[in-house]
């Protein structure tokens, strides 16, 4: 599986993105699939989650109520909508791909989010 995560950018605080991780390859729809987010001198931190079927959903703590994860299984998109952005979920953002949760075996490149204050 290759992905490519999109829809990054800059926004004020309080606003919203949805970023998007198109998956290219191999099948897609039997793989679980994971946003994780690097700041800057920070190691990288799971975000969300979601099965490959899409009933099931994990978040991180700080996120929960403000994002939500989805996907589109025939257009082969996972989706991380985001709203009530703060400055500190400024970071690269990353999709991954794998067998199950929590086992990803497949990163695509990041995308970069900004949120000034």
């Known amino acids: 599986v290759q992905l490519q995560a999109s829809g990054g950018g800059l926004v004020q605080a309080g606003g919203s993105l949805r970023l998007s991780c198109a998956a290219s390859?191999?099948?897609?729809?039997?793989?679980?699939t994971g946003w994780f987010r690097q700041a800057p001198g920070k190691e990288r931190e799971f975000v969300a989650a979601i099965s490959w079927s899409g009933g099931t959903t994990y978040y991180a703590d700080f996120v929960k109520g403000r994002f939500t994860i989805s996907r589109d299984n025939p257009k082969k998109l996972v989706y991380l909508q985001m709203i009530s952005l703060k400055s500190e979920d400024t970071a690269v953002y990353y999709c991954a791909a794998g067998p199950r949760l929590g086992k990803y075996e497949h990163w695509g490149q990041g995308t970069q989010v900004t949120v000034s204050s």
């Open positions: 390859g191999r099948t897609f729809s039997n793989v679980a």
